[in-house]
C-alpha cells in the first residue's frame, strides 16, 4: 500500500509577542522543528507499513530550509519525500495551502492512503487536511484516535467524537487526521541518519503544477486576510472584596454570571 | 491582493532589513535580497524596513457583488438527532450579527428523523430552518453532508455560516469551504459584522499568544467555526416563530465509500488536568462530609473539585485531585479556591489560570497575591449561599 504523509515545519517555540508600541511582532530565535502533530501520522504509516509492506511518501511545503522535516522523516523510516517550495507559494492562508499541497500530491503520483496530523501547532486550524481532500476529490476522516483494521480496499478506524466513538470503514483512497497518541512515535535512527545523508530530496514548485494559474496560489489564492494582529486581553484585575457574607456571596455570583460560568 | 516587490538600491543594509521579518523569509542571496517561501504576507518590510525598499503592488481585483449574498446561517450539529449545545450558542451570536446588518438568521439541518426536533430551533428567534431528511443523512459521512451544504448555499445564498468546532464541523466546514473556494476561520472567539457584510473574526493564533482579526473581504459565504461555550445561547421563547422548510435533494448525490459500522457511547472522564473549572478546598475544611458542599459548587458549575496536600494526607479525598507543584498543574478556565491559604508550592500549580477566586478568612492569606477575585469570608457561610443563589438564577 502506498501511503503519503503531509507534514509541516513549525517554529520550535510557541513563545511570540507583539510588540505594543510599534506592533511588530516579536520571535524567539528562529528554532524550528517538525510539527509535532505529525509524529503520530508519520508513526501510524509506519505501523501500517509494518503490517502490509508498501511505500512512504512524506510531502511537505514551505522554504528551502524545511527540507530538514523531510529528512527527519527519512531517519524514522520514510521511503521518499518532495517539497513544495517557491515565493509564489508565501502568504497563503488554509484554501490556497490546501489548494497547493492538493497539486503537489497529483504531481507525486497515486496514492491509497494520506495521512496528516490533526492540527499545526503554529496555525492551529486542523483545516488543510479536510480540505486537501475535496480538492483531491476523495473522502476523509477526521480525528482518527485508532487503526481497527487495514484490508485491502478499505481501513477501519475510531472516530473520536465529543460523547461517543465512531467505528468507521472508508474506502481507499482517502485521507485520514490522526489524533495525538494514536501510536507513541519512535526516535530517529542513527543507522538511517547515515543511510539517508546523500538521499536527494525533490524539489517542486508552481512551474510544475497541472494548474499554473497564479491567482490559485499564495496571497492572490488566500480568501481571508489578516487585517491586524494584537495581544490577547489578560485578566489584570486585582480585586479584594469585603463585606457580609450575603454581599459577597452576590459578588461572586454576579461576577461569575458575567464571565459566563453560570 | 498582490505581491511584495524588492528594491535592491534602496536597502542600507542587508542584515538590518533582513532582522526586520519574524518568519526568517528575507535572504541574502549573494547580495541581492530576495523573499522565499516562508513569506506570509504580514508587510512588516514594508512598513519597518527602508522606505522604499519593500515596496507592496496591489492587483486589482474584481469585485463580487456582496448584495447577491443574505442571512446569516448556523449548522444543526448533532448526532443521532441530540442538538449539540454550541448550534444554541451560535444561534444566538447569529442573531446578534444578522441585527446588526438587517439579515435573516437560518439553520441547515441535515440528519434523519429530524423534523419534530428542527420545530424546537424555532424557539431561538431563528427566522427559517431548513431540514434535509433522508435516511442516507442518519450518521455523519462526508460526502453526503457536504453536498446538502453545497445544495444549501446554492438555493439560500447566506452571507455567512457559523460552524460548531466539534468533530463534526471540524470535518465538515473545510470540506465546504474548499467547494466554494472561500475562507473559513477556526475557532473564532470574537466575531462582528461590517456595514459591507465582511465578518469580522478573530482568533488566537500562534499558540495563542496573539490575536488575529481576519476578514474575507472578496468570497462569499464566509464560513466560520467557534468552539463550544464561547458564545451565549439565547433564552428560549415560550413562542415558537419562523418556518420550516423542508428541501429535496436527489439520492445520486447522497452516495459515500464511507461505511458507519458502530457508535459507542464514550465513558465520561474526569479529571482536574482538562477541567475548565476546579472548586479547590483546603484545609479550611473542618470534615470529611463537608467535602460534599464542595461537591455540589463543583457540580453546578460544571467542574471538578480538587484538593491541596493536607486533605490528601488524611485521606479524604484522591491524590490525582491534588493541585500543585507535588500533585497537578492545572489551567482552567475558571478556579474557585475554598479556604486555601496559598503555600506557594499550592499556587505554582494553579497561576496560570484564567479567572481566580479566592475565599478566604484571613486577609493577609497569600493567595489573595495570585488571584484576580480576593473574598475575605468564612466558607461555611458564603459557599452554601452561593449554592442556592446559583440554584435560583437556574431556575430564573
Redesign the interface.
Known amino acids: 500500500m502506498d501511503i503519503l504523509i503531509c507534514i509541516k515545519q513549525v517554529?520550535g517555540t510557541?513563545?511570540?509577542?507583539?510588540d505594543s508600541v510599534?506592533g511588530?511582532?516579536?520571535?524567539d530565535g528562529?528554532d524550528s522543528k517538525m510539527n509535532p502533530y505529525d509524529l503520530y501520522a508519520l508513526e501510524t504509516a509506519l505501523k501500517i507499513n509494518e503490517k502490509v509492506g508498501g511505500t512512504i511518501k512524506v510531502i511537505s511545503?514551505?522554504?528551502?530550509?524545511a527540507k530538514e522535516v523531510i529528512k527527519e522523516a527519512f531517519t524514522m523510516g520514510a521511503h521518499d519525500g518532495m517539497l513544495l517550495?517557491?515565493?509564489k507559494?508565501?502568504?497563503a492562508?488554509?484554501?490556497a495551502t490546501?489548494?497547493t499541497i492538493s497539486q503537489g500530491v497529483r504531481r507525486m503520483g497515486n496514492t491509497d492512503l494520506i495521512i496528516c496530523g490533526k492540527q499545526t501547532?503554529?496555525?492551529?486550524?486542523?483545516?488543510?487536511?479536510?480540505?486537501?481532500?475535496?480538492?483531491l476529490g476523495i473522502?476523509?476522516?477526521?480525528?482518527v484516535r485508532k487503526i481497527v483494521e487495514v484490508k485491502d480496499k478499505s481501513i477501519?478506524v475510531e472516530?473520536?467524537?465529543?460523547?461517543?466513538?465512531?467505528?468507521?470503514?472508508?474506502?481507499f483512497p482517502?485521507l485520514i487526521t490522526v489524533e495525538k497518541d494514536i501510536f507513541q512515535p519512535r526516535l530517529p535512527s542513527y543507522r538511517r541518519k547515515l543511510d539517508i545523508k546523500d538521499k536527494e530530496i525533490g524539489m517542486i514548485s508552481l512551474k510544475d503544477f497541472e494548474d499554473q494559474n497564479e491567482k490559485r496560489y499564495?496571497?492572490?489564492g488566500?480568501?481571508?486576510?489578516?487585517?491586524?494582529?494584537?495581544?490577547?486581553e489578560v485578566?489584570t484585575?486585582?480585586?479584594?472584596?469585603?463585606?457580609s457574607?450575603?454581599e459577597?456571596?452576590?459578588?461572586?455570583?454576579s461576577?461569575?454570571?458575567n464571565?459566563?460560568?453560570? | 491582493m498582490g505581491k511584495l516587490i524588492v528594491n535592491q538600491d534602496k536597502i542600507p543594509s542587508i542584515d538590518e532589513l533582513i532582522k526586520i521579518c519574524p518568519f526568517g523569509a528575507i535572504e541574502n542571496n549573494g547580495g541581492k535580497v530576495e523573499i522565499n517561501a516562508g513569506c506570509k504576507m504580514c508587510k512588516l518590510c514594508v512598513k519597518k524596513g527602508p522606505v522604499g525598499a519593500v515596496e507592496f503592488i496591489e492587483e486589482e481585483i474584481i469585485e463580487i457583488d456582496k448584495s447577491l449574498w443574505n442571512g446569516i446561517a448556523v449548522y444543526v450539529d448533532h448526532v443521532e438527532g441530540e442538538i449539540h449545545p454550541v448550534t444554541l450558542e451560535l444561534i444566538g451570536k447569529a442573531k446578534e450579527l444578522a441585527s446588526k446588518i438587517n439579515h435573516p438568521v437560518y439553520c441547515i439541518f441535515m440528519g434523519e428523523n429530524i423534523k419534530d426536533k428542527g420545530e424546537e430551533l424555532l424557539h431561538y428567534g431563528v427566522d427559517e430552518v431548513f431540514i434535509y431528511d433522508d435516511a442516507e443523512l442518519k450518521d455523519f459521512r462526508i460526502e453526503p453532508y457536504a453536498a446538502v451544504f453545497e445544495d444549501f448555499i446554492n438555493k439560500v445564498k447566506p452571507t455567512a455560516i457559523l460552524v460548531g468546532a466539534t468533530t463534526i464541523g471540524r470535518s465538515l466546514a473545510p470540506r465546504v469551504a474548499a467547494r466554494f473556494r472561500t475562507g473559513l476561520t477556526a475557532d473564532c472567539t470574537i466575531l462582528d459584522i461590517k456595514e459591507n457584510t465582511d465578518l469580522v473574526q478573530i482568533r488566537p493564533a500562534f499558540g495563542g499568544n496573539i490575536m488575529a482579526q481576519i476578514i474575507t473581504p472578496n468570497n462569499r459565504p464566509q464560513l466560520a467555526t467557534v468552539r463550544y461555550k464561547v458564545m451565549s445561547a439565547p433564552k428560549r421563547n415560550a413562542e415558537a416563530s419562523g418556518k420550516i422548510s423542508i428541501c429535496e435533494i436527489s439520492k445520486d448525490k447522497l452516495g459515500s465509500s464511507i461505511n458507519v459500522l458502530n457508535v459507542i457511547p464514550k465513558e465520561k472522564e474526569t479529571g482536574i488536568s482538562d477541567a475548565e473549572v476546579i472548586v479547590a478546598v483546603g484545609r479550611a475544611l473542618k470534615s470529611e462530609k463537608d467535602l460534599a458542599m464542595i461537591k455540589e459548587l463543583a457540580e453546578l458549575l460544571n467542574g471538578e473539585v480538587a484538593v491541596t496536600r493536607p486533605l490528601i494526607e488524611s485521606g479524604w479525598a484522591d491524590a490525582k485531585r491534588q493541585v500543585g507543584l507535588s500533585g497537578r498543574t492545572v489551567r482552567p478556565k475558571l478556579i474557585i479556591t475554598c479556604g486555601i491559604s496559598g503555600a506557594v508550592q499550592f499556587s505554582a500549580g494553579m497561576n496560570n489560570s484564567d479567572y481566580i477566586f479566592a475565599i478566604n478568612i484571613d486577609e493577609k492569606a497569600p493567595i489573595f497575591k495570585v488571584a484576580h477575585y480576593g473574598v475575605v469570608g468564612d466558607i461555611y457561610e458564603i459557599i452554601p449561599q452561593l449554592i442556592e443563589q446559583i440554584k435560583l438564577s437556574r431556575e430564573a
Not at chain 1, 61 to 65: E, K, N
Not at chain 1, 159 to 171: G, Y
Open positions: 517554529p510557541s513563545k511570540v509577542e507583539v510599534t511588530v511582532l516579536k520571535r528562529v511545503m514551505g522554504p528551502p530550509q517550495s517557491d515565493r507559494f508565501a502568504g492562508d488554509v484554501l490546501s489548494y501547532t503554529d496555525g492551529d486550524t486542523a483545516q488543510v487536511g479536510p480540505e486537501m481532500a475535496e480538492y473522502p476523509h476522516i477526521a480525528n477501519v472516530m473520536d467524537m465529543p460523547d461517543t466513538i465512531e467505528i468507521v470503514e472508508i474506502k482517502c499564495g496571497l492572490n488566500s480568501p481571508t486576510q489578516v487585517e491586524r494582529i494584537f495581544p490577547p485578566n484585575d486585582r480585586e479584594m472584596w469585603n463585606g457574607p450575603a459577597l456571596t452576590e459578588k461572586i455570583a461576577k461569575l454570571k464571565l459566563k460560568f453560570i
